[in-house]
């Protein structure tokens, strides 16, 4: 599974761009990569820990602006394609990492 959260967050006083600044830190603390400066990825290794991933950034959601999350299969972020300007990119390779139970 695949976590992803986009985000629209207000940024014209000092203030608010340390909410903005102090979201991405927690959503990069928590396991997250920016795809996007404003949509951060995360891979889950079930839909388990998917959801404590989701409820987590739902314990982070500033009090102002917008954010989404979204929850995709391996299969559907491997569909996506990519381009910078008209070239086709790679998707992003993310590090495997065993786990034990």
């Known amino acids: 599974m ?14 608010e761009r ?13 396991g997250f990569v920016m795809f996007q400066f404003s949509i951060y990825i995360r891979h889950c290794p079930s839909v388990e820990n998917a959801a404590v991933h989701i409820k987590r950034v739902k314990s982070l959601l ?13 299969k559907q972020f491997g569909a996506m394609e990519l381009f910078f300007g008209q070239e086709a990119q790679e998707l992003p390779v993310e590090n495997v990492q065993l786990e034990l139970f």
């Open 2 to 15: 695949w976590v992803l959260v986009f985000f629209d967050l207000p940024t014209d006083t000092k203030k």
């Open 62 to 74: 500033p009090k102002v602006g917008h954010v989404g999350i979204m929850s995709i299969t391996d």
């Open 18 to 30: 340390k909410v903005a600044a102090d979201f991405r830190k927690a959503l990069l603390q928590d």
